[in-house]
Every structure is written in structure tokens, then in C-alpha cells.
T-cell receptor, first 116, second 114 residues
Framework: GAVVSQHPSWVICKSGTSVKIECRSL??????MFWYRQFPKQSLMLMAT?????????EQGVEKDKFLINHASLTLSTLTVTSAHPEDSSFYIC????????????FGPGTRLTVT | AQSVTQPDIHITVSEGASLELRCNYS??????LFWYVQSPGQGLQLLLK??????LVQGIKGFEAEFKRSQSSFNLRKPSVHWSDAAEYFC????????????FGKGTTLSVSS
């Protein structure tokens, strides 16, 4: 149980285009989902916290107009990287916190974004 | 501000030898602590967690960790390492602000030699 999927697992896009990444909790409902970014050989940095039915809360320094997050249902959150540039190339990881369970979250396998 | 420090960037251990990965945290109250493992191309897998109670916690794959409040540490151990344990290991603490986001250490890369 407690499986989180991400789609796509790998995407290449051209500079200036937008790309959407989906995060789904497959066998549980998630009131909260988190989006992290991981640079090569580095740690995970929290980008934003997304609660179902409300606006995402972005971390300081994260451009909310560039990284659009939508959490429309208890099993799906999406991250859209708008007008992507090469510096947005990174590994994006989502996690989901099961409803009514505190302090535990389950991670998706990640999405590798390469902007050319 | 809260932080997690993993002092060792890279550790190499012989197969069958014991392992200890260090983790120090900064937090005033009782922290909620986690160890995750990340294998190449895969997501993070929870090894074990500490919320309260017994300070020695057992996890999956034969791992254990000990919470030591006096040292602000939560070191991960395994008595006998297998080649399949080679991966990136992250220590994390729940952030104390509203919400349950995690603050991660920078990770320790474990290599296993034969």
C-alpha cells in the first residue's frame, strides 16, 4: 500500500515551453502533497506544499508563477513548469501525506526534467 | 532555523562489515526523525522513523537507528552490509512550522566494496 506515482518519469522540453508533471496517490487519499526539487548529488529542497482544494504554499524563493501547482482532488496534484529554461532542469519529486495520518509521507519515483 | 547535518558525503564499506551513517539535527523540542534510502532511478523509500518512545528503532532491511537527545543525533546502523545496500541515504526531520514538510540532510552516498 501507500504508493505514489509520477508521470512522466522523464521529459525533455524546449526552452520556453511548459511541461506538466502529475503526482498521484494510488491507494490512499492525500489531503496534502509536497513538491521537492533535487539537484544532482544534492538534497531535496521543498518547493511547495499543496492542500486539496486550496492554493499551494510556496517556499521562499520559489516563483509561484513559474511553478504552478494544482491539487484538484485527494489523489492528484500537478506541477506545471511554465516557460521552462535550462536552469529549471532538475529532478522533481512529489510526496503525499495520507489523510488523517500525521508526519508520514510517501514519495513518488521522481520526474527528470531536461530543458534544452 | 531547523537543520539536518549528515557529516559524511561518501562512505565505502566492505560487504559484510558494519555500517554507521551519522545524522545530527537542530531542533528545540522532540523531533520527528526519518531515514530514507534512494537508489538510482528510484524514489525515496522509508527505512525507519522516530516519533517518541524507545530510542532504538528498528527498520526495514535490517537497519536500525538510535535517537540520542543529548547529542542531537539519529545515527543509522546496520550490522552487516550487503552489496544491494549501495545507495544514497537521507536523514530528515519534520519541519516545526505548520504542515508536515520534511527538512532533509544533504545525504550520504554508500558504496559497498567486495
Amino acid at each position: 500500500g501507500a504508493v505514489v506515482s509520477q508521470h512522466p518519469s522523464w521529459v525533455i522540453c524546449k526552452s520556453g515551453t511548459s511541461v506538466k508533471i502529475e503526482c498521484r496517490s494510488l491507494d490512499f487519499q492525500a489531503t496534502t502533497m509536497f513538491w521537492y526539487r533535487q539537484f544532482p548529488k544534492q538534497s531535496l529542497m521543498l518547493m511547495a506544499t499543496s492542500n486539496e482544494g486550496s492554493k499551494a504554499t510556496y517556499e521562499q524563493g520559489v516563483e509561484k508563477d513559474k511553478f504552478l501547482i494544482n491539487h484538484a482532488s485527494l489523489t492528484l496534484s500537478t506541477l506545471t513548469v511554465t516557460s521552462a529554461h535550462p536552469e529549471d532542469s532538475s529532478f522533481y519529486i512529489c510526496s503525499a501525506r495520507p489523510r488523517l495520518i500525521s508526519y508520514e509521507q510517501y514519495f513518488g519515483p521522481g520526474t527528470r526534467l531536461t530543458v534544452t | 532555523a531547523q537543520s539536518v547535518t549528515q557529516p559524511d558525503i561518501h562512505i565505502t564499506v566492505s560487504e559484510g562489515a558494519s555500517l554507521e551513517l551519522r545524522c545530527n539535527y537542530s531542533y528545540g523540542a522532540t523531533p520527528y526523525l526519518f531515514w530514507y534510502v534512494q537508489s538510482p532511478g528510484q524514489g525515496l523509500q522509508l527505512l525507519l522513523k522516530y516519533f517518541s518512545g524507545d530510542t532504538l528503532v528498528q527498520g526495514i532491511k535490517g537497519f536500525e537507528a538510535e535517537f540520542k537527545r543529548s547529542q542531537s543525533s539519529f545515527n543509522l546502523r546496520k550490522p552487516s552490509v550487503h552489496w544491494s545496500d549501495a545507495a544514497e541515504y537521507f536523514c530528515a526531520v519534520v519541519r516545526n512550522q505548520a504542515g508536515t514538510a520534511l527538512i532533509f540532510g544533504k545525504g550520504t552516498t554508500l558504496s559497498v566494496s567486495s
